[in-house]
């Protein structure tokens, strides 16, 4: 795979279970905030904060009970690529703005508000996410 540096200049945003302090270097090869078992070749990333704010949600209702969602606003520090997960598989371009670097992202500062889930939206999540541990499948590789 060639990385290639995409023209979107953000700002990019990250979401996730783990509490982060500024300066936090986020790198691959650590375990998947979806599925544990699946060690990340990459860190997955956005330009919308409310797809982070998602994709932070996702990961604390698959987390220990009590974990939180959080977003940061992060910063590449190299290469990056869009994420072939949701780009021309599923979206003709990249209107998710998703990306995927091997290259360490910093934390510059955590975000307070973003559009949260309705109680109906995370049930909704809730069973998909059901329906998918139970069929074994990989929720983002």
């Known amino acids: ?12 945003f990250h979401g996730t279970r783990a509490n982060l302090r500024v300066g936090d270097r986020l790198t691959a090869g650590r375990p998947s905030n979806y599925r544990p078992d699946v060690i990340m070749n990459h860190i997955y990333f956005t330009a919308l904060r409310d797809g ?3 994709a932070a949600e996702v990961a604390a209702m698959l987390g220990p009970d009590g974990a939180q969602p959080h977003v940061y606003v ?5 290469d990056f690529e869009d994420d072939p997960n949701v780009t021309d598989k599923k979206f003709p371009g990249n209107p ?6 091997s290259a360490p992202l910093v934390v510059v500062e955590e975000v307070a508000e973003w559009t949260r889930l309705s109680p109906e939206a995370i049930e909704m999540w809730r069973g998909r996410l059901i329906a ?10």
């Open 52 to 54: 982070a704010g998602l």
């Open 1 to 12: 795979m060639t990385e290639t540096t995409s023209a979107d200049r953000g700002p990019f």
């Open 96 to 101: 998710t703005r998703s990306y995927r670097t």
């Open 132 to 141: 998918l541990r139970e069929g074994d499948a990989e929720i983002i590789n």
């Open 74 to 78: 992060v910063e590449p520090t190299g």
